[in-house]
Every structure is written in structure tokens, then in C-alpha cells.
């Protein structure tokens, strides 16, 4: 049951998500629906993210599906690349080199976050889970790609002399990471991330 509420999720997000990158289909449902358009994504990215986490949760705890065993150095490389995927994720918001080196750093840090996990759970649940966000993440960016290619949207950021923003992205970053490892992942998710 858990796993097909997981699969229900990830339909219902990935697949809100993916309609943003057919144009022509998404300002008709702009022009039609005004603001509603905006409500109806809103509630429809929610309920995606709560089933995926009721889902992942119930599979976790009833139906348990190994698919093979990754080995334990594995999950040391996890651990490495968090730290830049959330400092990718929070340059997102903080216009500065990384940003603009990265391109599309909100993209880039939720395809390494979906590797990373990738490399360390073997079950079907995580491959699932992580495996859809990063074949999602590759499509966007290829979507993205394309629409600057056809002039639809330019990547031009203008960036100061200075690292400010980029510092601001790191210490933030950081302070993410350790409380999403020290905090989050074992109390919520039930794994911990150190010495586990």
C-alpha cells in the first residue's frame, strides 16, 4: 500500500512540476483559470509531497523491498555530497558566482541530492523515490535548455565584484546540513546520517 501511495506522490508533484514546462498548455490554464491556476498548483505540489512522505513512510515500515546492497563506502559519498547539494539549493536564492556558474543551481543541487541518495539505498522505495527526482531534474534541465536555445528565456545574472552572497550561501548551506543530519534524518526519516 505504501508504495503506491509513494508512486501516487511522486505522480501528483513530478507531474504538477512537468506541466510548467509545456508553455503553450500552461498559459492557457493561466488564461483560463487566473489565479486559481496558482492555487490548484500550490494544493496539487502539497498533497504530492505529503503522500510521497506517507507513502515512504508506510512502505518503510510495512513493505520493505530490497533490490540490491550498495556498499558501505556508499553512504560516505552520500554524506560528501549533501553539503554542496544544499549549498547549490540555497544559492538558488542568493544571486552570486555559484549561481551563475551553476546555471540552475535549485536544479543542479535536487539532481545531486537525488544521486547521492541513489548511491547509498538499494530498496525499491528509494529507487523510486530518488530515481524519479533525478530523471525529473534532467528532464527540466533539458526543457530549460531548450527555451533558451529558442530566445524564450535568457540566463544572463549580473554579479557583483564581491563573494557576499556566495559566503551567505555556504554558512546557510552548512548550517542546513548539519541540522538536516543531525536533526531531521534521524528523527523524522529514522536514519541516522553519523555513526549509524
Known sequence: MG??????GLAIFLGAHSFVTFRAA??????????????????????GVVLIAWGFAEYRAT???????PPRFMRHLTIGLMLPSIILVTAAYLPGHIKRAAKHPMLAGIKLWAFAHLLSNGD?????????FLVWGIYARIAIKRREAAGEIT?????????????IAVVIGAFIYAA???????????????GG
Open 63 to 69: 513493505g520493505w523491498i530490497d533490490v540490491w546492497n
Open 180 to 194: 538536516l543530519a543531525l536533526s531531521f534524518h534521524p528523527v523524522v526519516i529514522g536514519v541516522p546520517v553519523f
Open 155 to 167: 540566463n544572463i545574472q549580473q554579479v557583483g565584484p564581491g563573494w557576499t552572497n556566495d559566503a
Open 26 to 47: 500552461r498559459a492557457v490554464a493561466i488564461e483560463r483559470l487566473g489565479k486559481a491556476y496558482w492555487l490548484i498548483f500550490a494544493l496539487a505540489s502539497a498533497a
Open 3 to 8: 508504495l503506491l501511495v509513494l508512486i501516487l
Open 124 to 132: 525499491l522505495g528509494s529507487i523510486l523515490l530518488f530515481g524519479s
